[in-house]
């Protein structure tokens, strides 16, 4: 049973090109979160999804990021002409089920460099 | 908003010393809590949670975290840390009825041998 799986692992992007984050949430799991992870900082929440919903996006930044998580396929972050600051950990995770007590299960995370 | 204070960012210890960081969140309702470890390079993992009940909970590797409910905290304790314990601690709390887990910022344990 695979866990998350979030690739690539590492991308490299200049500055004003797109980023593209693809996490495949466990087998089962309908629910996935994207997280965010500063350098020196903890994980800030981003946005929840349920297939082909979005359930919340509050921590979302207003202009060039967007998230989907369609009916077949990986749930996408994507983020539109990059700036250094969009440098991070980005981690998915998943569940199975709003009232699940299981808690998250992460992936490895993408680590996004932007030079 | 709801948020956690993690107030040891750095922790540097020797082994088979004991270790217990603390977590407090700003929350009045039901929560429910979460100690996430992670590894070098690796992806977080959870070491162990809080629902209902024993307010004393024991997780993986040999950890175990108590819940104060008058203090607002739930720090993580482990009686004698090993090399392997290197890594960065993280609390979460997701208050009951929402969905998302608002994260602390972290504290970095280092253990030398």
């Known amino acids: 049973n695979a866990g998350v799986m979030q690739n690539p692992r590492h991308l490299v992007r200049r500055r004003g090109q797109e980023a593209r984050l693809r996490c495949s949430p466990m087998k089962g799991h309908s629910h996935v979160y994207w997280y965010r992870q500063l350098p020196e900082e903890g994980l800030k929440f981003m946005v929840y999804l349920q297939k082909e919903n979005i359930i919340d996006e509050s921590g979302m930044p207003k202009e060039r990021f967007s998230a989907e998580f369609p009916k077949e396929g990986p749930s996408i972050l994507r983020i539109q002409q990059v700036v250094r600051g969009d440098s991070a950990a980005y981690f998915c995770?998943?569940?199975?089920?709003?009232?699940?007590?299981?808690?998250?299960?992460f992936g490895s995370g993408t680590r996004l460099t932007v030079v | 908003a709801q948020s956690v204070s993690q107030h040891n960012h750095h922790v540097i210890l020797s082994e088979a010393a004991s270790l217990e960081l603390g977590c407090n969140y700003s929350y009045g309702g039901t929560v429910n809590l979460f100690w996430y470890v992670q590894y070098p390079g690796q992806h977080l993992q959870l070491l162990l949670k809080?629902?209902?009940?024993?307010?004393l909970v024991k997780g993986i590797k040999g950890f175990e975290a108590e819940f104060i409910k008058s203090k607002f905290s739930f720090n993580l304790r482990k009686p004698s840390v090993q090399w392997s314990d290197t890594a960065e601690y993280f609390c979460a709390v997701r208050p009951r009825g929402f969905q998302k887990l608002v994260f602390g910022t972290g504290t970095r344990l280092l253990v030398s041998p």
């Open positions: 809080y629902f209902s009940g024993d307010p």
């Open positions: 995770a998943s569940f199975v089920d709003r009232d699940t007590n299981y808690g998250y299960t």
